[in-house]
């Protein structure tokens, strides 16, 4: 007879193989409509955009970041960039200034009120039908922007493309599993682009048509998660968001262990609290998938990390205190018999197989995530790094996070 806790166990492994499956299906049944574009595009026309670009103490990357939008492949009277410094205690605004003789280039100094009141400080000076933020710590590729508008060229229906974000610069393990973990993120969202149903219009050059803020207001603070607030308001009234998968964002990823929990503690927090904010459109088919699938998956996904790492802590102790009565039993007995493999012994347990799938499922969208971005098929030493870092650290900041809620402490920024 299954325990309760096995009961548990299968149900959420069962769930988050669901959610992998679904995805592939997804994608078999629209590989034919991704298509990775090489070199230069035109289109009829050319909107004008204004490229929000917020600062907080990036003066070692703010001045890649501005020239990458400078020499974009878009026209240079149709591309407003505002440089908006919320209150740096380095030299940012130092070389912000640098800037300020360029004509498309408008400038904006403010205290320090975190990150939405700087995009909104940008969003009230608009002029421009179109409008997205550009992180400071990223670069755009040259051929971003226009490959992002020709998707509203495409369907005017769009409100919104968020592009694909790629790791840059990787140099630590940790950084290495942060890009595996990043191309993995190309295929989920490409795919949640099909259902209707993206949970997150990232900073790093998401574009919105600028009814978006005209029709449901400037950003919240969201519990420092602004980019999935907006998304889940957008949601709510039923505003198209798509992924555009040939438009590249390079960005800079926590380089330590402690710079990635705090980034990711952040991020949970920020999702558990926002669905919390929006309980209200949760499983509800008027919705959509974004409300029957998405934040669906992003739940039962928490629950089963922290189950399932409750679960293998305790077989370890477990194991461990039988080990200890066996020592004080018998002693410490090292056998002179040699190894031989029989098959027999194979654990042949139900959730190994799963297990295997579940994995397997994973590595193949990692692999797909790549396919769809850049058009190549591999297989990376960083998947390696992928599992083997995120199974130690990724429950730690699911758990931080889930208590950080119940006792209402909001994480910091950095």
């Known amino acids: 007879m299954v325990s309760v806790f096995g009961a548990i166990f299968y149900i959420l492994t069962f769930l988050s193989v669901y959610v992998q499956v679904f995805f592939l299906v ?20 050319y909107p004008a955009v204004t490229i929000i670009v917020p600062c907080w103490n990036e003066e070692n990357t703010i001045y890649k970041t501005v020239n990458s939008l400078l020499n974009m492949n878009y026209p240079q009277d149709k591309l407003h960039i505002f440089l908006i410094d919320d209150g740096s205690t380095d030299n940012t605004w130092e070389v912000i200034k640098t800037f300020q003789n360029y004509p498309n280039i408008q400038t904006f100094h403010k205290e320090n009120g975190g990150k939405h009141t700087a995009l909104n400080l940008g969003i009230d000076n608009l002029k421009t039908d179109f409008t997205g933020c550009l992180d400071a710590d990223s670069v755009a590729d ?21 592009p694909s974000i790629i790791v840059t610069d990787a140099k630590s393990i940790i950084q290495h599993a942060q890009k595996a973990e990043y191309y993995m993120a190309v295929y989920v969202k490409k795919m949640l682009g099909f259902l209707g149903a993206i949970h997150v219009t990232p900073g790093p ?26 998304a889940y308001r957008m949601q709510k009234n039923h505003y198209k968001i798509e992924q555009c998968n040939d438009a590249y964002v390079y960005t800079n990823t926590p380089p330590t262990v402690k710079k990635l929990y705090k980034q990711r503690l952040r991020w949970i927090y920020g999702f558990i609290n926002n669905t919390i904010d929006y309980r209200g459109v949760l499983m509800q088919k008027k919705y959509g998938n974004f409300s029957l699938f998405t934040v669906p998956s992003g739940i039962v996904s928490i629950f089963a990390a922290s189950y399932l790492f409750f679960r293998a802590m305790y077989f370890l102790v477990e194991n461990a205190y039988q080990k200890i009565i066996q020592y004080n039993t018998v002693g410490f007995n090292i056998t002179n018999s040699s190894f031989t493999f029989d098959p027999f012994f194979i654990n042949t347990q139900t959730f190994i197989f799963i297990a295997i799938v579940l994995y397997s499922l994973v590595i193949f969208s990692m692999i797909l ?46």
């Open 205 to 230: 050059l998401t574009i919105f048509k600028r009814e978006v803020f005209d029709n449901l207001g400037n950003y919240h603070h969201a519990h420092n998660t602004e980019d999935m607030e907006i």
């Open 369 to 414: 995530g790549r396919r769809i971005a850049q058009d190549r098929w591999s297989v990376s030493i960083n998947m390696f790094y992928f599992f083997f870092i995120y199974s130690i650290i990724a429950p730690f900041w699911l758990l931080k996070a889930i208590y950080n809620t119940i006792v209402s402490k909001k994480p910091s920024w950095r």
């Open 142 to 162: 040259k051929e971003s922007i226009v490959r992002i508008m020709s998707y509203f060229e495409k369907d005017s229906s769009i409100m919104a493309v968020a």
């Open 26 to 45: 997804t994608f078999l049944e629209n590989r034919k409509k991704i298509v990775t574009r090489k070199g230069k595009i035109k289109l009829a026309n």
